[in-house]
């Protein structure tokens, strides 16, 4: 996005601050830009082309948001005042809010009559782009991740750079687990037992690898192997992650140890494939 002369030059000193009030205000704007493009017709209305030589139309598509608008947002979020967005969103909860702006993400769409298909990842592209600007000026930040449509949290820079790695030397299902233990932990309305088992998630990453594990680190970092095992896995095993034993450490501040879990282990796991993948050119040349 293109900076303009007073960010470009230093000149902006503090970030806007929206309260939810404001957030909602805009939304509604961002909102109603994307509807007067007709960026929501699929959703609400389906699809229709025209009868040759008749006044009438057929419908070619349902609407996505099936039956109707308001009973898809109804029975989605278990309330009645959600739809017609215009009347209802300035009441809107946080809860609410960020629900409705995950669903209109997932139903922007555009018919493509000579494709015959929906056309949607340029749009989705677009409105997030759009929503981010508003989203991260709210409380301390949060975004819609572009590739799945989750709000998040948004991340510090040393998170930025965990949660952007592309996977590289690791198999495509520990990938998987990686990134969905990412959305779970970092989405929006995550509770404890949510993050508690997106650490399980990298817990159980690590232990299919762990004999490979204690032997690469042992070769970085010449201790006993059994010493890099009890870091790694002493945490999850004592502090009523993965166990319900009686020696399990449960009264500690959760919210803000899991987090640190949350990253330790994501940082655990990417250095390992790193140095997984090291060894292995090594070996080969």
């Not at 640190?260 to 940082?267: D, F, I, K, L």
Request: charged share 25%; with cysteine.
């Amino acid at each position: 996005m293109k900076k303009y002369y007073a960010e470009r030059n230093g000149h902006i000193k503090t970030s806007l601050s929206l309260s939810l009030d404001e957030l909602k205000s805009y939304f509604i704007k961002t909102y109603q830009y994307f509807s007067n493009k007709d960026y929501f017709d699929c959703a609400t209305k389906g699809v229709w082309k025209s009868i040759p030589f008749s006044n009438d139309e057929e419908q070619i598509m349902p609407p996505s948001l099936a039956p109707d608008p308001e009973v898809f947002f109804a029975t989605r979020l278990q309330d009645t005042e959600v739809w017609p967005i215009y009347q209802h969103a300035e009441y809107y909860t946080e809860e609410i809010l960020f629900s409705v702006i995950e669903i209109l993400y997932d139903h922007i769409a555009v018919y493509d009559f000579k494709a015959k298909k929906l056309m949607q990842e340029e749009l989705r592209g677009e409105f997030a782009e759009h929503i981010n600007n508003i989203l991260k000026m709210y409380d301390a930040g949060y975004y819609i991740e572009p590739t799945n449509g989750f709000i998040m949290r948004l991340p510090n820079e040393t998170l930025k750079q965990q949660l952007s790695y592309d996977g590289k030397g690791m198999p495509n299902q520990v990938f998987e687990q990686l990134s969905t233990a990412a959305s779970m932990f970092y989405r929006f309305d995550s509770n404890i037992e949510a993050k508690k088992k997106a650490v399980n998630i990298l817990a159980d990453i690590l232990e299919n690898e762990r004999d490979d594990l204690k032997n690469i680190l042992n070769e970085e970092y010449e201790i006993s192997k059994n010493e890099h095992d009890k870091l790694i896995f002493g945490i999850v095993n004592g502090y009523n992650i993965r166990h319900n034993s009686a020696d399990q450490k449960g009264e500690y501040s959760k919210e803000i140890w899991y987090d640190w879990m949350m990253q330790y282990y994501t940082s655990v796991i990417i250095a390992f494939y790193k140095l997984k993948t090291k060894k292995e050119l090594e070996i080969l040349f």
